[in-house]
């Protein structure tokens, strides 16, 4: 069975930083799509959801806009481990991150919601002063 933890969600002063992590079970995370998804404060995951950042088993990586410049993925494939490294943190950054996973058709990857298929359940991560 496919399973995704996520930890690493805490409350943060605008300018701070955090290391999200996304630990696989059940397969091995390396050879999928692994992306990084916020959910808004106080929406579902069906009503608003938005992509974030992604990194491919060839280790590319794409990134929102947004976020450019300022988070990082990686990943650890002897842990099975994905990481967002989340520097510069704004307010409008505060959300729930989950990461899912989700079939590789290329070498690079997509933050597109249907592209994936197994979700964890997410860390809440809040920046404010």
């Known amino acids: 069975q496919l399973q995704l933890v996520e930890t690493g969600g805490d409350l943060v002063q605008p300018g701070g930083s955090l290391r999200l992590s996304c630990a696989a079970a059940?397969?091995?995370?390396?050879?999928?799509?692994i992306g990084w998804f916020q959910q808004a404060p106080g929406k579902d995951r069906g009503a608003k959801i938005r992509?974030?950042?992604?990194?491919?088993?060839?280790?590319?990586?794409d990134y929102a806009d947004s976020v450019k410049g300022r988070f990082t993925m990686s990943k650890d494939n002897a842990t099975n481990t994905v990481y967002l490294t989340m520097n510069s943190l704004k307010p409008e950054d505060t959300g729930v991150y989950v990461c899912?996973?989700?079939?590789?058709?290329?070498?690079?990857?997509?933050?597109?919601?249907?592209?994936?298929?197994?979700w964890g359940r997410g860390t809440q991560v809040t920046v404010s002063s």
């Open positions: 899912a996973a989700g079939p590789s058709r290329s070498s690079f990857c997509l933050t597109i919601e249907g592209s994936y298929a197994a």
């Open positions: 059940g397969f091995a995370s390396g050879g999928y799509d």
């Open positions: 992509g974030i950042s992604c990194i491919s088993p060839t280790g590319n990586t």
